[in-house]
């Protein structure tokens, strides 16, 4: 039975250090850089509050990236406020300590993984936004007769970095801790949030905490509420100021069949709806303003289960800038009853960088489907395509085959199981039939010169609803 490892002698010495709070304290004004994490990783995980307070007030670094920590330990109220009120007690100092390094929290918990462990001298260094900078070599200040003082530079904001996820009524405590910090030192606190998932909270405390954040820190947004597709355009004073955005992802815009628009508005604005002046015009309350809102290129567009007009799906072909789109995902938008047209001249205009497309469930008929071939064919960067719950023919999948076979890059499609195997309406799977049809591809994709490429059928289960892939070779039953 092997031992269990001996404390290190550098553990010991925290440990005793850190029972005399005011020893600890003391200690911070000699204390080597690198013995900052260990000690800081000790008093938060002992939960000693005052020597935590004067460790952020003290730390070396430019970066302190407490949520990494507190991925690793489950954070204690008391300790997470007391890494605040030391950042707060800073910020109150109308004359920066000398020692002042502290640029950046960050309690992104997937942010700095590595830091708590690799905190010696050789290695730390690979964290250059973790290094204390370089002090530089001081002048002294000449007199000048008749010259006033220069007036101080403003004193440089503290930046919190934070990812949100927004599906209560209310913040949970830590969140709601750190929002009253942020407006208590306004313009000394900024935060920041890279990643924002906004679910079931009312509106108005959305947009409460949106004035808050520094919308232009926002790259990945994804909204997934029962709001009714117009609902955005309260939403867009907010969009327009992510100047960042990279990634955004809408889901289940839609509202109940029963709310009036009255009712509606009220739960945009927290209140009920002000009459306007007969010479007002009303604002814009559709998916129309979407593209408007939009200052930089997207790479990432994901609008799923949501209720599309043909309006909408003709605008955002039309005006969405689509010079960097590199995913576009449309599952469970219906387009049954849709022209063709605005589908196609959305793919067409980002054919040059498209990487992966999604038209999953989107009730895409044959004569449709035909109709976008062409623009599919100039897709030159697409590497996966999936159009999986769509009613298409063994025709249709072949000649789908026949314009993308040049697409060198196209390494993986997911298509419906064609209505030829199926045996009924009831939509009952033959899978000997279904063999066969896929087989034919199989054949084809070999014939063409390309029989790395992999073609999977998906069709959801009878019995689960999941979606199964079919493999006649042999034939693979995989339920994912």
């Excluded at 005793?16 to 004004?29: G, P, T, V, Y």
């Excluded at 249709?396 to 697409?407: A, C, P, S, Y």
């Amino acid at each position: 039975m092997s031992m269990p490892a001996p404390p290190r002698l550098l553990d010991l010495a925290g440990q005793s250090l850190l029972r005399d709070q005011a020893s600890a304290i003391a200690a911070l004004e000699v204390l080597p850089m690198e013995l900052f994490p260990p000690l800081f990783t000790a008093a938060f995980a002992g939960r000693h509050s005052e020597t935590l307070k004067a460790m952020v007030q003290a730390w070396p670094f430019p970066c302190l990236p407490l949520g990494a920590l507190m991925k690793e330990q489950q954070p204690h109220q008391e300790t997470f406020q007391a890494a605040l009120d030391g950042l707060d007690v800073l910020l109150a100092q109308e004359v920066r300590p000398s020692r002042w390094k502290l640029q950046v929290l960050d309690l992104r918990k997937n942010a700095h993984q590595d830091f708590w462990t690799v905190w010696s001298g050789t290695r730390a260094s690979m964290y250059s936004l973790l290094e204390p900078e370089v002090a530089q070599p001081t002048r002294k200040k000449q007199k000048v007769d008749g010259c006033r003082p220069r007036p101080k530079p403003p004193l440089a904001p503290v930046e919190v970095l934070i990812d949100l996820c927004l599906k209560e009524s209310t913040p949970d405590e830590s969140v709601a801790y750190l929002i009253q910090k942020v407006k208590q030192r306004k313009g000394l606190l900024h935060l920041c949030c890279k990643k924002l998932k906004i679910f079931a909270m009312p509106m108005q405390n959305i947009r409460k905490i949106l004035n808050i954040v520094q919308l232009d820190s926002i790259q990945d947004l994804e909204v997934n509420c029962t709001w009714k597709l117009s609902t955005l355009g309260k939403f867009a004073p907010h969009l327009g100021q992510m100047a960042n955005l990279r990634r955004l992802l809408l889901s289940h815009i839609h509202m109940s069949s029963h709310s009036t628009p009255a009712k509606e508005e009220q739960c945009i604005m927290g209140h009920p709806p002000v009459p306007l002046p007969a010479t007002s015009t009303p604002p814009e309350l559709t998916a129309l303003s979407l593209p408007r809102c939009l200052k930089t290129p997207l790479e990432t567009l994901s609008i799923t289960n949501c209720l599309l007009s043909e309006s909408d799906l003709t605008h955002l072909s039309q005006h969405l800038n689509v010079s960097q789109l590199k995913d576009l995902g449309l599952s469970g938008v219906s387009l049954t009853n849709m022209s063709p047209e605005p589908l196609q001249v959305l793919i067409e205009r980002a054919s040059a960088t498209l990487q992966d497309l999604d038209l999953d469930e989107c009730g895409i008929m044959d004569s449709q489907f035909t109709d976008i071939l062409p623009a599919l064919g100039r897709c030159s960067q697409l590497t996966t395509f999936s159009f999986c719950g769509n009613p298409i023919s063994m025709a249709v999948l072949e000649n789908l085959l026949r314009h993308t076979i040049g697409l060198s890059n196209l390494s993986h499609v997911l298509y419906p199981a064609p209505l030829e195997s199926y045996e009924d309406v009831r939509g009952t799977l033959h899978l000997g039939r279904l063999a066969q049809l896929h087989a034919r591809l199989k054949q084809m994709l070999q014939e063409l010169g390309r029989p790395g490429m992999v073609w999977f059928s998906a069709n959801p289960c009878p019995h689960c609803g999941d979606r199964t892939f079919y493999d006649p070779e042999p034939i693979l039953y995989v339920t994912l």
